[in-house]
């Protein structure tokens, strides 16, 4: 029974598998053609319902198009508005640099001086700064703020409100700690400093001098295409999940990749320009403690470019700079997974850019979710039989103590246990971000399914083969 259930998922697996890709260096400039053919590669290969994307170079655009199709069957297109998640906090920071230039926030005095109604139960709070908020060397981290508190806000207002009983991991300026409420304080100290709502204040002063028409914060103002999560190699529409905070500092903007080009060509220090030569270098420049800058870092593997990715659940997104050539590039998905292929595209763009043959990409999410299939399949057979043999086991069993038959019966259980820590598990692989079971039936919705099966035929075989034992005992 196993290896049929083996052999068909891998028939059903090599459906969903698709061959990578690989495409020659260009032998000149890139070109529109040249992106247009890599990217619509990349969409085949890595099997996303649909992507959009952007070059840029100096201050022009080089391409902007849309591949696949949304959630309603019609096609992407390089002005269909999606979330871009963490990308939003370039924007937040470019809001807070705005108003830096104009006197109205400081970068080094304390967000407390600043921001009227911003107490933490940890009396270190009010030494953290403005630039430590955007630097993410705070202090805060998601283990020592309410989280679960925090997503029923209803107001950037309310939420700083709700942070009275927050610590700090650290003291201000020693450690960075990535966490979203550095952003969502940031951008209630732009509401408060300018008088505004902080989406009114990016429309009127970061989307609108840019030309940005398809950007907001709200979904109230430009409605996203609604994203994909991949079940098993199945792209599954999904709604958002609930509990976020609508115009947020850390994950807020929808845009287009048509607009995205406008905002990489002022990130370059080309076209019109929303801040001094100085804040532009700010924004870009490394804390003294950590390479992430203010929404930007360098990119792990090449340090000349400036990157940040996005993940909302339903949506990937990752945009990347590079000073030096002028080129600017951004890729998004209306979907998310266990695999983030935005990252991957953006880096054969990147070495297009430069001449370069870009890396296969494509087969990592359909690989890694065919082998989590196969663990499915494998254990959902293993707790079958488990069951079936049951009074079997009992009457092997049935003269043996009860130590014996515990020690037997304890790796039965360890799925179940690693199901139960589940959240707490991935929360410490994600360096502490606090990850609910919500979220975790979303972009990692194969891993939970797979992780559930396990469970369930271990405490299944467990608990008939503790019934049956009884029943052997007893009527001996």
């Known amino acids: 029974m196993l290896r049929l259930l083996s052999i068909l998922a891998i ?42 994307a952007v070059v840029t170079q100096g201050d022009r655009v080089v391409h902007a198009g849309g591949y696949g199709h949304d959630s309603g069957g019609g096609p992407v297109t390089a002005d269909t508005p999606m979330r871009i998640a963490s990308l939003s906090k370039s924007f937040t920071s470019t809001a807070v640099m705005i108003l830096v230039d104009e006197g109205r926030i400081s970068l080094d005095r304390t967000v407390s001086e600043q921001l009227p109604g911003f107490t933490a139960a940890d009396a270190r709070a009010a030494e953290v700064t ?17 989280i679960g508190r925090l997503q029923g806000a209803t107001s950037l207002a309310d939420y700083v409100s709700r942070l009275d009983t927050a610590a700090l991991a650290t003291d201000p300026g020693t450690r960075f700690k990535y966490c979203n409420v550095n952003y969502n304080l940031a951008a209630r100290l732009v509401e408060v400093a300018s008088g505004q709502n902080f989406g009114t ?28 999560n991949s079940i098993f190699g199945a792209w599954v529409s999904r709604p958002e999940l609930p509990g976020f905070l609508e115009g947020s500092g ?60 996005g993940n909302l659940f339903t949506y990937t997104a990752f945009q990347a700079i590079d000073p030096a050539t002028g080129y600017g590039f951004a890729v998004l998905a209306n979907s998310a997974a266990l695999h983030d292929d935005t990252y991957d595209i953006v880096k054969g763009l990147v070495a297009l850019s430069r001449g370069q043959t870009p ?34 086991w009992a009457q092997r069993c049935a003269a043996r103590s009860w130590w014996r038959i515990t020690l037997r019966l304890l790796p039965l259980a360890i799925p179940l246990l690693l199901f139960a820590a589940y959240p707490q598990i991935i929360s410490a692989i994600t360096g502490g971000r ?27 075989t467990a608990v008939l083969r503790m019934v049956r034992l009884r029943s052997v005992r007893s009527a001996g």
């Not at 403005?130 to 309410?146: A, F, H, K, Y």
């Open 11 to 52: 028939v059903a697996g090599l459906g969903v598998v698709a061959l990578p890709v690989s495409q020659a260096a260009p032998a000149g400039p890139l070109t529109p053609a040249v992106i247009d053919d890599y990217l619509e590669a990349a969409l085949d290969s890595t099997g996303l319902p649909g992507l959009s």
């Open 434 to 460: 606090t990850v609910t079971w919500s979220q975790l039936t979303y972009f990692a919705a194969p891993l939970s399914i797979a992780l559930l099966v396990a469970a369930l035929a271990g405490a299944s």
């Open 130 to 146: 403005v630039r430590q908020l955007l630097n993410q060397t705070s202090g805060l981290t998601d283990s020592t703020v309410d």
């Open 250 to 309: 850390s994950g807020g903007v929808i845009t287009s990749a048509a607009d995205l080009g406008k905002w990489l060509i002022a990130q370059n220090g080309r076209g019109p320009q929303l801040l001094s030569p100085a804040a532009l270098a700010t924004t870009h420049t490394p804390s003294p403690v950590d390479e992430y800058a203010m929404g930007w870092a360098p990119e792990d593997s090449d340090p000349t470019l400036l990157v940040h990715s």
């Open 359 to 392: 890396a296969e990409i494509g087969g990592q999410r359909q690989i890694f979710e065919l082998v989590l299939a196969l663990i499915a399949l494998g254990t959902l057979g293993l707790g079958v039989l488990g069951v079936l043999r049951s009074r079997r």
């Open 201 to 228: 204040f990016l429309a009127q002063r970061v989307f609108g001098p840019l030309g940005m028409t398809d950007s907001a914060v709200s979904a109230e103002n430009i409605a996203p295409a609604e994203g994909y």
